[in-house]
């Protein structure tokens, strides 16, 4: 082995042996995730706690302790182990855990002060995920309070060490130079940029080109998810057959022994189609081709649902880069771009870190169930949009998650405990009180995902989806839990959707969501207590309303679909929605459509009718009912008023008979 970052050995361990925080710089591939781990075991970092190593993703902790293990002759579970949502590998011995990094935030819940815990490393920290940000500092809180023997080794590929160091400070920081071969790197041209093809033919295209000058190692093609990796891998089929390339995905939903053969296996030439955990999580040696779609799935709010949701986008400068560098690990390689060298000047520089990006509700629950008091007193490494904090405490305030003073509640706590949005814990948690959880687990899937019913259909569609659902049960997402209920029975067979205009793999996708949300609410205790009887639709609307009480719309008049939304905003309800005969109700999508005259078009989806006294018995505190005066300027006189609002939504009002 002949790794850069054995030359920094000693330097590294006598700089950790004289402070509590070291900063380590060095490039993708230097062997950062592999060697230092075990600088630590022989430094005797560990010799009176373990070492927690946070990973980004789940496919990096699982294969680099097996690799760490590999290389210190032992099997994964012994000295070093790993933990990953639904899978642990580790016993009593171990002394290195691989984790990802919701794990370490469940971990400083379960245990503020992590006892037994020497060391923690933060990899990849240059991806600048929320979790790395927020556990980062809750580390430095401890350590600062309860912990000052706590070490924090922060591991970075690209970012800029001085930034870091400041906020550090004081701290070491340590830099390893990486040892690489020069990478070529092409673009296509305009013509096949605007060409129809899809991404993955054009990809294959690239390959099969590159690999005809490119005689030796492995090719390395990214891909923004397992649906292009997929189509990507057939397209290359249909080129590289007789070329006798081994043709390998490589993702996260694959089999551990799918996502082993990708990375080690193999005797003949690779072409490994992948995410971006290929980019700079794991390591695939020989690699001289890389081809590049430039695209990647990035979590970010969506203002429609009022949650976070994965979009494809565009990579950063810094992303096509590192990209790029794998062809050249080993040898020269080259790289081919999917883009244009033009269209490379537009895009960002760097990837804009995740808590500029998303909603901070859920992070900010987990958080406070650390145990931090306030959010006031939280130091942040970078500080987030001040709005956008304030939306998140006001809506863990109207689920009931924290009290008026910004502390956590019990209920609040309980929601901590799901490793979901606290809109889908609020209503997974109210679903308990009904008996519906199973349902709700389904009718949270479906809010998540896309509509699998289509819009646009013809009435054969239509007549035939009346009558599988009449009235849908007064909700929009009510009619889909029927129509995917059917679906499921048939097994989601394509004719069978097409006559109900479902969209079938859509569907496909939600029964995996749905059963993951049932596993959690089965792991939190919430499906005890027996067989649940078939939920009555007015409780299931009832827990919808607990994950959006932010969304309670009121019609404005009888004739048109203009209504109004808690916090003020103006809208309609959408047409074909099945929650028009209430005046009351709530919407999961808020969608902002075109700009007419001017103003923003808004239009209230995915909608479910409510009744007034629902929101005085479920939320009582944010419902009044009340006498007030006003003057009227029509009557010239003052007038009492009995007004009865939710929130700041004026629901009714009417002149009292006796002023
Ligand atoms: P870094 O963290 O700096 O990106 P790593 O420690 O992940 O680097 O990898 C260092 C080297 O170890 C890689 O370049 C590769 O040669 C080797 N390596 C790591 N994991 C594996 C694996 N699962 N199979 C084969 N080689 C591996």
Redesign the pocket.
């Given at each position: 082995m002949d790794?850069p970052?054995l030359e920094i050995e000693d330097e590294f361990c006598s700089k950790l042996a004289n402070t509590n925080r070291l900063v380590l710089e060095?490039?993708?591939?230097?062997?950062?995730?592999?060697?230092v781990p075990k600088f630590l075991l022989k430094g005797g970092f560990l010799d009176n706690g373990e070492a927690v190593v946070l990973q980004p993703r789940r496919i990096a902790a699982r294969?680099?302790a097996?690799?760490v293990s590999w290389e210190i002759g032992e099997s994964p579970g012994r000295t070093i182990g790993y933990q990953v949502r639904h899978d642990r590998v580790s016993s009593r011995d171990t002394r290195v855990h691989f984790v990802t990094e919701g794990i370490l935030l469940r971990r400083m819940i379960a245990d503020p002060d992590l006892k037994g815990v020497s060391c923690i490393v933060f990899?990849e920290f240059h991806e600048r995920s929320m979790h790395a940000d927020l556990t980062l500092a809750r580390a430095l809180m401890l350590q600062r309070t309860k912990r000052p023997d706590l070490k924090l080794i922060i591991?970075s590929?690209t970012l800029d060490a001085s930034e870091l160091s400041t906020y550090l400070e004081p701290c070491e920081i340590v830099k390893s130079e990486g040892r690489t071969f020069p990478v070529e790197v092409g673009y296509i041209d305009n013509r096949s940029a605007n060409s129809d093809l899809p991404i993955w033919e054009l990809a294959a295209n690239a390959t099969a080109e590159g690999l005809k000058t490119q005689s030796e190692g492995h090719a390395l093609v990214f891909m923004p998810g397992a649906f292009e990796i997929g189509k990507t891998i057939a397209a290359l089929g249909r080129r590289l057959s007789a070329r006798g390339f081994e043709l390998l995905p490589l993702h996260s939903e694959l089999s551990a022994k799918d996502q082993d053969r990708a990375?080690?296996g193999g005797n003949r030439r690779k072409v490994i189609v992948a995410t971006n955990v290929a980019e700079?999580s794991?390591?695939i040696?020989n690699v001289r081709l890389v081809v590049d779609s430039g695209q990647a799935r990035i979590a970010r709010y969506d203002p429609i649902r009022g949650i976070n949701t994965l979009w494809i986008e565009r990579i950063s400068n810094a992303s096509a880069k590192q990209r790029s560098g794998r062809a050249g690990?080993t040898a020269p390689g080259k790289a081919i771009r999917l883009w244009t060298e033009r269209e490379n000047a537009n895009r960002a520089l760097f990837e804009e870190p995740e808590v500029r990006r998303v909603d901070l509700s859920e992070m900010l629950l987990s958080l406070l169930a650390t145990g931090i008091g306030s959010v006031d007193a939280f130091e942040w490494f970078e500080r987030p949009n001040e709005e956008r904090l304030a939306d998140a405490v006001q809506l863990l305030r109207g689920l009931e998650a924290i009290d008026d003073d910004g502390r956590l509640t019990a209920r609040g706590r309980k929601m901590s405990g799901f490793p979901l949005h606290p809109r889908f814990a609020s209503m997974l948690l109210a679903a308990k009180g009904f008996g519906c959880v199973e349902e709700m687990a389904l009718a949270a899937a479906l809010a998540q995902s896309r509509n699998i019913l289509l819009r646009k259909v013809d009435k054969a569609v239509e007549k035939r989806r009346e009558a599988l659902w009449g009235e849908g049960g007064k909700s929009d997402l009510i009619a889909q839990m029927f129509a995917w209920k059917a679906a499921l029975k048939e097994r989601f067979d394509m004719r069978f959707c097409q006559e109900l205009g479902i969209h079938a793999q859509s569907a496909r996708q939600v029964l995996k969501v749905a059963n993951q949300l049932s596993q959690y609410a089965e792991a939190s205790g919430l499906l005890e207590g027996g067989k649940e009887v078939a939920a009555d639709e007015a409780d299931i609307r009832k827990c919808l309303l607990w994950g959006f009480p932010d969304r309670v719309c009121r019609r404005l008049d009888s004739g048109t679909l203009r209504c109004s939304m808690v916090g003020g905003r103006r809208g309609n309800l959408a047409r074909e929605s099945l929650a028009d005969g209430s005046e009351l109700f709530v919407a999961c999508e808020v969608n902002e459509i075109g700009r007419q005259g001017g103003q923003v078009n808004t239009v209230f989806n995915l909608c479910s009718a409510i009744d007034v006294e629902w929101l005085e018995e479920l939320f009582p505190d944010l419902f009044s009912d009340a006498e007030e005066t006003a003057f009227d300027e029509k009557q010239k006189r003052v007038v009492e008023r009995r007004v009865i609002r939710f929130q700041d939504l004026e629901i009714s009002s009417k002149e009292s008979l006796e002023p």
């Open positions: 790794l970052i060095a490039p993708t591939g230097s062997g950062k995730s592999t060697q294969m680099l097996k690799r990899d591991m590929a990375v080690e700079t794991l390591t040696d690990r």
